[in-house]
C-alpha cells in the first residue's frame, strides 16, 4: 500500500490534467469566434469595395459618353465654324464686288451727267453765238472741270440734305431748297425698316371705325370741330420704323406719332408730344407741319401715298411720298419716351385712311 503523502500527490496531478483540455476548448473556442468576426468584417469590407467598383464603372462610363458627346460637339463646331468662315469670305468678297460695282456705276453716273451739262452749255453757247474756237479749248476745258466739280458734288450730298434756314428744316418749294429725291440706297434703308402698324381700336375716337384687320379708320360720326384720332397698337422706344398710308383723294386727315397714349382727339393746336402733318380743306388744302413749334406749311404736290420714317434714337420723323420717293419734311430734336403712330381721317367726309 503507498504512503499517504504520495496518493494525494497523484490525484492532484490527476486533476491538473484534467483541466489542461478544458482551458485548451476554451481557448480555441474564443479563438474560433474571434475568426468569425474577423470573416464578417472583411465580407462588409469586401461589399463595401464591390459597391464602389461598381460605382466607378458606371461612373467611367458615364465619363465616357460625355466625352463622346463633347467630342461630338466639338466635331460640329469646327464644321460650324468652317461654314461661317466660308460665308465670311464669301459676303466679304461681295462686298468688295457690290462697293466696286457701286464706285464704277456712281463714277460713269457722274461722268455721263458731267458730260450732258457740259454739251449743255455748248449749245447754249453756240445758240447765243458764242461758238467755240481752237483758242478757247482751255476757258471750256476749265469750264468743264469746275462744273463737273460742282455737280459730282451735288450728287454726292444728295443723299442727305438737311440744310436749316432760320433754325427750321427747309421744306420742298422753300427758295433756299428743291424737293430732295432720296437716292436708291438711302431708300432701301428707309423701307428695309418697314413695320406693320395695326391700329388699336380701344384708343379710337366715339366717332371713328376701325377696320376688322386694323389696316383702315374712317369717319362714320357727326362733325366735329377736333380732329378724331386712333392710335397704332405698338408704341416705339428705340430702333428705326417706316409705315405707308394711303390717303388718296382726301382732303382732311392728320398723320404723325404722339405721345398721348390716353387722348382720342388731336386739338387743333396741339401741345407738347405732337408731331404731325395735316391736310385741311379749310386752309385751301394745304399740307401743314404742326407741333409745338409751330405750324409750318408745306409747298408740294398733291400726294396721295406717304410714307413715315421714325428714328427715335436720332430724334428725327421724317414724311416721304412714298410714291416719288421725295422727301417732304423732317422735324428734329428727342422724344421724350415711348411714342405711338397716330391717325385722323378728319371729321369731313367718309373716305378712310388705309395703314400699310
Request: with cysteine.
Amino acid at each position: 500500500m503507498a504512503p499517504l503523502h504520495q496518493s494525494g500527490y497523484e490525484e492532484l496531478q490527476r486533476e491538473q490534467s484534467s483541466e489542461e483540455p478544458q482551458e485548451q476548448l476554451n481557448h480555441l473556442k474564443r479563438e474560433i469566434k474571434r475568426l468569425r468576426k474577423e470573416k464578417e468584417d472583411l465580407q462588409k469590407n469586401y461589399d463595401s469595395l464591390k459597391r464602389e467598383k461598381e460605382r466607378l464603372v458606371k461612373e467611367k462610363e458615364d465619363l465616357q459618353k460625355n466625352y463622346d458627346s463633347l467630342k461630338r460637339e466639338k466635331e460640329r463646331l469646327v464644321k460650324e465654324k468652317e461654314d461661317l468662315q466660308k460665308n465670311y469670305d464669301t459676303l466679304k468678297k461681295e462686298k468688295e464686288n457690290a462697293k466696286a460695282d457701286f464706285e464704277e456705276f456712281r463714277r460713269k453716273t457722274s461722268k455721263t451727267m458731267c458730260d450732258r451739262l457740259a454739251e449743255t452749255s455748248d449749245v447754249r453757247q453756240k445758240q447765243e453765238g458764242k461758238i467755240l474756237t481752237p483758242g478757247s479749248t482751255a476757258d471750256f476745258e476749265e469750264f468743264r472741270r469746275k462744273t463737273s466739280k460742282t455737280m459730282c458734288d451735288r450728287l454726292a450730298e444728295t443723299s442727305d440734305v438737311r440744310q436749316k434756314q432760320e433754325g427750321k428744316i427747309l421744306t420742298p418749294g422753300s427758295t433756299a431748297d428743291t424737293c430732295v429725291y432720296a437716292v436708291d440706297r438711302e431708300w432701301k434703308t428707309i423701307t428695309d425698316a418697314h413695320v406693320n402698324v395695326t391700329l388699336d381700336p380701344s384708343t379710337a375716337n366715339l366717332s371713328l371705325t376701325v377696320s376688322e384687320d386694323g389696316s383702315e379708320v374712317k369717319f362714320t360720326g357727326k362733325r366735329s370741330a377736333e380732329w378724331p384720332s386712333v392710335l397704332g397698337g405698338e408704341g416705339f422706344t428705340s430702333g428705326r420704323h417706316y409705315w405707308e398710308v394711303v390717303v388718296g383723294e382726301k382732303e382732311n386727315w392728320v398723320l404723325g406719332v404722339s405721345t398721348h397714349r390716353d387722348e382720342k382727339s388731336i386739338p387743333e393746336k396741339p401741345e407738347e408730344g405732337y408731331w404731325l402733318v395735316r391736310r385741311a380743306k379749310k386752309f385751301s388744302k394745304s399740307y401743314t407741319a404742326v407741333s409745338q413749334s409751330g405750324d409750318q406749311i408745306l409747298k408740294l404736290e398733291v400726294c396721295k401715298v406717304w410714307g413715315v420714317y421714325l428714328d427715335w434714337k436720332e430724334g428725327r420723323l421724317s414724311f416721304y411720298n412714298a410714291e416719288t420717293k421725295v422727301h417732304i419734311h423732317t422735324f428734329e430734336g428727342s422724344f421724350p419716351g415711348q411714342v405711338y403712330p397716330i391717325f385722323s381721317p378728319g371729321s369731313k367726309g367718309s373716305r378712310s385712311l388705309i395703314i400699310h
